[in-house]
């Protein structure tokens, strides 16, 4: 009883050896038929000997382009106006005025227009210039002999320059004298009434013709 037993548990152990090895064997094959390569015998090819045919290649012109269309120009619609409607009312006018010969008619009378008075125009700058008799060394000679120093201004030490201005007109007459820039204490006064006391001038000429002149003299006062 004891044999048997062992007998057919050897049996067991064999052949689940060869079933192992029969697998390894089976997949060892089918690993090598998956790698095995196929090589072909082939000649090397020496590219030096390779001709070349690109000389032989025609050139492609390039495609040229056809030039885009010109935009279409919208002509002009006319539409047509209608005729202006005709005013076909009538004016009536009464001619039916009667004039005897007896009926004087009034002749129209256009009155000319006043002429605006035009104010003297008084020159600064001028072609022949006003002058005083014998010139302007002896205007101020004069001026110094008739020119009086106010009192007040002595006491005061005023010293100065006053500029008096006038207008020589076409008779050589000084008009219109004040003061524009004075220096006070009399001085100014005195000034003015001096320049008033002088002789005429001769009257100062634009274009031949006698016109006034608006002058500007400095006087000065010192105390000597």
């Given at each position: 009883?004891?044999?048997?037993?062992?007998?057919?548990?050897?049996?067991?152990?064999?052949s689940g050896l060869f079933f192992n090895i029969g697998l390894f064997v089976s997949i060892a094959l089918v690993v090598v038929a998956f790698e095995w390569k196929d090589y072909e015998d082939g000649e090397l090819v020496d590219l030096g000997q390779v001709t070349d045919d690109f000389e032989d290649l025609m050139e492609i012109p390039?495609?040229?382009q056809p030039p885009p269309p010109p935009p279409k120009i919208q002509q002009p619609e006319i539409i047509e106006v209608p005729d202006e409607e005709e005013i076909e009312e009538e004016i009536e006018v009464d001619l039916d005025v009667e004039i005897t010969e007896d009926e004087v008619i009034e002749d129209i009378i256009i009155?000319?227009?006043?002429?605006?008075?035009v104010a003297e125009e008084i020159f600064t700058i001028v072609e022949d210039p006003a002058t005083p008799p014998g010139g302007m060394q002896a205007f101020y000679e004069y001026v110094g002999k008739k020119l009086?120093?106010?009192?007040?201004?002595?006491?005061?030490?005023?010293?100065?320059k006053v500029f008096v201005q006038f207008v020589v007109n076409e008779r050589g007459e000084l008009t219109e004298v004040k003061a524009v820039k004075g220096i006070?204490?009399?001085?100014?006064e005195e000034a003015v009434r001096v320049i008033q006391q002088a002789p005429k001038w001769s009257p100062p000429k634009q274009r031949g013709q006698p016109v006034k002149q608006r002058i500007i003299l400095p006087i000065t006062f010192k105390l000597g």
């Open positions: 009883m004891e044999a048997k037993k062992t007998d057919k548990a050897d049996l067991g152990k064999k390039p495609t040229e009155e000319e227009a006043p002429e605006e008075e009086k120093y106010p009192a007040q201004a002595r006491r005061m030490g005023i010293e100065g006070g204490a009399g001085c100014d």
